[in-house]
Every structure is written in C-alpha cells, then in structure tokens.
C-alpha cells in the first residue's frame, strides 16, 4: 500500500497544513493510539512530504529520488529507532525494521518480536541510540533542510534513553522533528511528554476496516479486530480461524451453563494458540458487543480478559490461567450480583 493513499491520511494532513501553513511546525509530536491505527503510516505519509525538495511540506512529488528514497525508509536524513534486543545490532535492527515496514506498514510489536528475535527475549529501545542520534544531530546540516527521527513504539524507551532525550528534545537544533508514536502516552516520563504536541489516534471505523481489508466483513470479525487493522490482518490469516473459533466457543461454554461445548478440549486448543495473549486479548470485543451480557458482567469480563492476557506475557502457566479464567467468570457471571474482584492476585 502507498501510505500516501492511506484513507484516513486527509484528517491528519488538516491540522498538519495548519501548522504548515502557520510555521507551526513543532519539535516534537507524541502520537498516541491502539495498534493498526495507522500512526506510523501517517508519520510516514507525513515524513515523505516534509523531506521532499519540490513539494509545499503537505504533499510531496513522489518522483524526485527523495521521494523514492523515503518510500523505501533509507533516506539519508530519516533516522529510525524501532525497539530492539538480543544480541541484534542497531544497524541490523533497523536494516529488518525498514524491510518489514515495507512489507506491512500496519506491523504490530508482536509480529516485530516474532521477526527479530523468534519470539524469544524482550524489546526495548536503549540509550546506546540516543547518543549516536545527539552526535549525528550536533552535526550542522550544510543544506539546511529538515531532519525527522522516529522511536517506534516510544513506551519501550528505557528510563535511561527517555532522560537523554529530554534535552535534545528541549532544545533541539534547527528543523529537527521528532515522532514519539507509542500506544501508551502514560508510559513515556512526563517530563518527556510535556514537551511533545499531543495527537491522539482513534480506533478505525468499520468503513475504514472493510476498505483496507478489501473483503466482506462480518460483524463478530469488526468486534474482534476493535478497530485496528494489525489484529483484524491477523484474524483474516486462514491459519488463525481454528483458534478464533476456539476462542469463541470458550466465551459462549462460559456464558452458557448447560453448553455441549467441552471445556477442557477448547481450552486445550487455546493453549497452543500463536501469540496467545493477543488471541485472548480479541475476546474483549465479543464481550463488549454482547447483547446478553449486563454492564457489570461486560466489566468484569473485559477486566477478566485484560489481566489474563497480562499473565499469559508474564509467562505464566496459560493452561492453569486459563482454568482460573474459566471457573472465576462462571461464578460471575451466573452470580445474581456480579463483584469484580482480583483474578491471579
């Protein structure tokens, strides 16, 4: 997809032109929202026009070989700080990042785990970074065009790395802009966060779903995907339907007490469900579209959810978690006065 035809980019270039056309332009933007809802195709869209020569800042040519080069992400004056890990490298990590952007602008921190380190190890973007960006960016620049660097997913700034930008980003040197896109704002120091134009990015419409998706959509796939476009890719992979299924017979066995569905060998499925966490984590959209469930029952429900997806990535027991799960809505949900209450505490 070029993100320049991404659909929902006319909202963003709004208040963009305004700042543009205002010279506005701020040093620094936090951009805040859910996976899959097109922060860093926007920020790409975004990058493009302001790096491009013979554009007005809003729209670039997309012929001149700026243009080319920022389509591939290699342009000399984009730099790009995608979490890393392991034993990987800046350079290699940002060599893989580029070329899995390229390949899925909508692509979620699990299938980057997945990519980079096989699933195995923890990401996180350290200060090593930051103080080769503030070497690169002392450094005037003869032409005196703009800079633009990215931290993607900026919650996973360490507190070290977050600290050594708080001064860059301060008092940043000319024509530097900064995109801090990140699903958490609560998660970046507020220090750093006071010094950044705030964008929020809401969830995508199912207009906006069924034309990126291209196909037919049905409604429990609209609940499940919660308007992000990375988990509803996720749910359209053919390998994935046996366990969204599972998923489902799980919640309805729960819901219904005299179900034939066997418990135990849904469970058993789930189990060896990719990524298991996010899997959990789409039930929370059947649970809030339930029209037999009450609102207490809707909370402790998606509360529920929450925390197991949250002890599952904590690598816990998922088997065991996931009896827990099972027994605890059962009582709850079947009580005449439901009580939210501390699941695996």
């Known amino acids: 997809m070029d993100v320049l035809d991404w659909p929902r980019l006319r909202s963003v270039l709004e208040p963009w032109r305004a700042l543009v056309n205002q010279g506005r332009i701020p040093a620094a933007f936090l951009w805040v929202g859910s996976e899959g809802t097109g922060k860093t195709v926007s920020a790409w869209a975004i990058t493009q026009a302001l790096l491009c020569p013979h554009g007005d800042k809003i729209m670039p040519c997309r012929q001149c070989a700026d243009c080319i080069a920022l389509s591939r992400l290699s342009h000399v004056d984009l730099w790009l700080f995608p979490p890393t890990g392991g034993e990987r490298n800046l350079e290699e990590t940002v ?4 070329e899995a952007l390229r390949e899925n602008p909508f692509l979620s921190l699990a299938d980057w785990e997945l990519l980079l ?3 195995r190890g923890s990401l996180s973007i350290g200060v090593e970074g930051v103080r080769r960006l503030q070497e690169a960016l002392s450094l005037k620049k003869a032409e005196g065009g703009w800079r633009v660097v990215w931290f993607w997913h900026a919650e996973m700034l360490t507190r070290q790395a977050a600290n050594a930008l ?7 040197p000319p024509h530097v802009l900064f995109f801090f896109l990140a699903t958490r704002a609560e998660a ?3 220090t750093l966060r006071s010094r950044c134009q705030v964008w ?5 419409s199912a207009e906006e779903l069924r034309k990126l998706a291209g196909v037919e959509l049905s409604q429990a796939q609209l ?3 919660q308007g992000s476009f990375s988990r509803l890719k996720r749910l359209l992979e053919p390998t994935q339907a046996p366990y969204i299924q599972a998923l489902r ?5 729960i819901l219904t007490p005299h179900s034939q569905v066997d418990i135990a060998s849904v469970i058993e499925s789930l189990v060896h469900a990719p990524r298991l966490s996010e899997l959990i984590l789409m039930g929370v959209g059947l649970i809030r579209e339930h029209p037999q469930l009450s609102f207490p029952q809707k909370t402790i429900g998606i509360d529920t959810l929450l925390a197991l997806a949250d002890a599952i990535e904590a690598h816990l027991h998922p088997h065991a978690l996931l009896w827990e799960a099972t027994l605890y809505l059962q009582r709850q949900w079947h009580s005449p006065r439901p009580q939210l209450g501390m699941l695996f505490g």
Not at 166 to 172: A, F, G, H, S
Not at 200 to 204: A, E, I, N, V, W
Not at 249 to 253: D, G, I, M, N, S
């Open 117 to 119: 380190l096989g699933g």
């Open 166 to 172: 708080l001064k860059l980003v301060e008092e940043p």
């Open 223 to 225: 609940s499940m995907a």
């Open 200 to 204: 929020r990015f809401p969830p995508l």
């Open 249 to 253: 017979e799980w919640l309805r066995a």
């Open 95 to 98: 060599s893989r990042f580029r």
């Open 188 to 190: 970046l120091p507020a």
